[in-house]
């Protein structure tokens, strides 16, 4: 997130997309809902669902699934055309702008509406609220992300943004919303194939160099390594022989799961480390069994970027470990020794190879945490990004053209499947589903269907469903509901019986490699 989370009740405008965040992010909404209700701001919602949000919306627009270039480039085309966007912002911060100029110009409200069904009044008006705002803020999820075109949904946000002047004022931003409560901490440290902490690229000399004097090692990689899904690819293929998995249970969240069973079966060697058998330990040569979040000392780095404190309330149970002392054991029996005492030292660590962590301390975040970047012990923090300039200099506008999903309706398959979590069950279901009062909230699967789609092919709430993609096919039970648009179906991915990832698309971003979980060609039958 470039502002942090209670600057939304700053913001005169919030537009959210691709982001059910009433039963996704419950805490953040609130901040939403009271923007609007005690502090007068206005609010767009884009999303294919009409998701409760929706219900305190201003303007609700429902896209097609896998459309958000389009409506994105109509909402820039209007306001250029307008003469509404900041032309002094623009100038004075940005480079690229007349690339974007010239593609949007197709972009009219007609075009638009052909591509994303979305009413061209709505789209216009929706157009002029979001630049009328002394400050706007964008708030997004996963529902612009896992996409083919994610990466560029997630520019084409930030082209409306920095076109509006929204990048680096209080109440404004592109706020994405992480999807656990760790995920951006995770970032930050390096849990991605292509940088250390930090961000700092592998690719980079320097950063390389610095590394190995900081862990007393030679000879570092140069190259780039590989992402889950590409790690699941090479694995089927035979290519990769070993895989270690901490704390993540593909077996129920990757895509196209029938493929990510092969290719778990197909590896010489599994290490799976977990607080419970996941579905994915299941198919492990050794489970290590590791400490959850209650029972270690550390910091999570939240969604606003904040580094936190988090302290062990009780003891982990049986052999069970924290995963740094594991780590550290399996490091010095394979011949590099790791001797840290305590969490404490590791953040020591962190702290003198990472820039933006390089002020922040277990002392200074005793009672509140600090917003990286903190780049010396008396810096106090940065809750909002880019106020005088961007980190790269000026802001970069991409031009960004429309394409469609990875694969859509046909004859044989002549719905949309989108999915996604619901308020009572989380991720996986590897901790909510074992309290009994959650099961009861919600018990089992289902799919979303219209009224129209259902009552076209005879369904009625509580009917059991099969659902099939070209992957595979689920049983589920059906719930008719006005959420649903017709012509496309929801199902929440948390219960491995019923796995909404025995269908879905294992089709990549070509940049961020992540896979197209929000639109597949799915059929419906009832059983």
């Avoid at 419950?26 to 219900?55: F, M």
């Avoid at 591509?115 to 216009?124: A, F, K, M, N, Q």
């Avoid at 606003?304 to 052999?319: D, F, H, M, S, T």
């Avoid at 017709?486 to 025995?502: D, K, L, Q």
């Amino acid at each position: 997130m470039t502002n942090p989370i209670e600057d939304i009740e700053k913001a005169e405008v919030i537009l959210v997309t691709g982001s059910n965040t009433t039963e996704n992010h419950p805490v953040a909404s609130s901040y939403i809902k009271r923007a609007v209700t005690r502090y007068g701001a206005k609010l767009i919602v884009v999303d294919p669902r009409r998701i409760q949000l929706a219900k305190y919306a201003h303007l609700y627009l429902r896209p097609y699934p896998g459309t958000d270039i389009a409506w994105i480039n109509g909402l820039m085309h209007v306001i250029i055309e307008e003469g509404l966007y900041d032309e002094e912002y623009v100038k004075a911060r940005t480079m690229g702008l007349d690339d974007v100029k010239k593609l949007v110009r197709r972009y009219t409200p007609d075009y638009v509406e052909s591509i994303t069904g979305i009413p061209r009044d709505l789209l216009v008006e929706a157009a002029r609220m979001y630049a009328s705002a002394k400050a706007a803020s964008i708030i997004y999820c996963m529902g612009i992300t896992q996409h083919t075109c994610g990466t560029d949904n997630v520019k084409s946000l930030a082209n409306l943004a920095m076109l509006c002047g929204n990048v680096g004022i209080r109440g404004g931003g592109v706020n994405p919303l992480r999807g656990q409560n760790n995920v951006q901490g995770a970032c930050d440290m390096g849990a991605l194939p292509n940088v250390y902490t930090g961000y700092q690229r592998v690719t980079d000399l320097a950063s390389r160099e610095k590394m190995e004097r900081a862990w007393n090692v030679k000879g570092l990689p140069e190259n780039v390594g590989l992402t889950v899904t590409e790690m699941m690819e090479k694995a089927a293929h035979g290519e990769l022989k070993a895989l270690y998995i901490i704390g993540e249970n593909p077996m129920v969240s990757d895509p196209d799961l029938n493929h990510v069973e092969e290719a778990l079966k197909a590896l010489e060697f599994l290490v799976v480390q977990d607080i419970f058998l996941t579905e994915t330990g299941q198919f492990a040569h050794v489970v290590l069994p590791s400490a959850s979040f209650a029972e270690k000392d550390g910091t999570f780095t939240n969604t606003e970027r904040r580094v936190q404190r988090v302290r062990k309330a009780i003891e982990p149970p049986g052999l069970a470990k924290q995963d740094w002392e594991i780590l550290c054991e399996l490091s010095t029996r394979m011949g590099y020794p790791m001797s840290y005492k305590s969490p404490q030292e590791i953040m020591k660590e962190i702290a003198s190879v990472t820039p933006s962590y390089c002020g922040i301390t277990y002392e200074r975040i005793e009672y509140e945490g600090i917003f990286w970047p903190c780049t010396s012990t008396d810096h106090p923090g940065t809750p909002c990004l880019h106020i005088d300039q961007f980190a790269c200099g000026l802001g970069v506008f991409h031009a960004i053209d429309f394409s469609p999903p990875a694969e859509e309706p046909d004859r044989d398959y002549p719905l949309i499947l989108t999915t996604g979590r619901i308020l009572y069950q989380y991720h996986t279901g590897t901790m909510t589903r074992k309290s009994p009062e959650l099961n009861f909230l919600a018990p089992e699967c289902f799919v979303e269907v219209s009224k129209e789609d259902a009552k076209g092919m005879g369904i009625n709430s509580g009917d059991r469903i099969k659902v099939r993609s070209r992957r595979g096919e689920i049983v589920v039970k059906a719930q008719i509901s006005d959420k649903a648009h017709p012509g496309t179906v929801f199902i929440p991915f948390h219960w491995a019986e019923a796995a909404a990832n025995r269908l879905t698309n294992r089709a990549l971003d070509p940049v961020a490699k992540i896979p197209e979980f929000k639109v597949c060609a799915c059929a419906v039958e009832k059983i």
